[in-house]
């Protein structure tokens, strides 16, 4: 059970941010039939990109200790952060998140709705151990893979809690193969989510602070292979 204090932190984050306009990017992530929608905050960004908007200030007030609240975690102290957003899956706006496997090294993910506030918007994530070579192409071939894995009963899509830490591994970790992970329709509702790329050449791994987390994000999808 989320602390009240942290769920009432959630709730202000995300009243502020509303305040505020979306931005729509060139997301390579999504089926051919879908329309590019402003949909998510831009936090925090490496690179210079003068086409983006990013709330540093917010990323900074309300956002690293809200971090540090839920998982112990300095966002900035640890090298290799490259990318944070929040993102808003909602009926008209962004629906989905095909499968796909992140281009990072390690990704956190932190829901910042209650299951009750949307309705569809599971999430799927699959064992990296189960990672194949085989497991290429574009997101519409894997969405195929991950509807025959939950067919089959290797995979299970569940609605993650407000606060959990999601954490997954990327096509540029040098320790173990990434985790293949899809977002289903949103049917009706909001779904926010806090998404933190971790990616640079001096970092092989997650920290071992995530171990834990990563345990149990494995053992909630009821991996079966």
Known sequence: MIDKNIKRDIKNLINILNKYPMSGIDDSVRLRDEKQEEYQWDLWLRRVDDERVVYKEIFEIYVRPLIYNICNFDVLREKGLDWAFIRKYEPGGRVKLPAHFDTTCYTVNIPLSDPSDYEGG???LVNNKN?????????DRLNLITDDLVKNNYASPIKPEMGDVIVLRGENNKVAPPNLHRVYNVKKGERYILCLFFDHPEINDMPNIFNKYYIIVIQRFYINF
Not at 131 to 139: A, F, K, Q
């Open 122 to 124: 599971e999430f799927l």
């Open 131 to 139: 990672t194949i070579p085989e497991w290429i192409g574009g997101p």
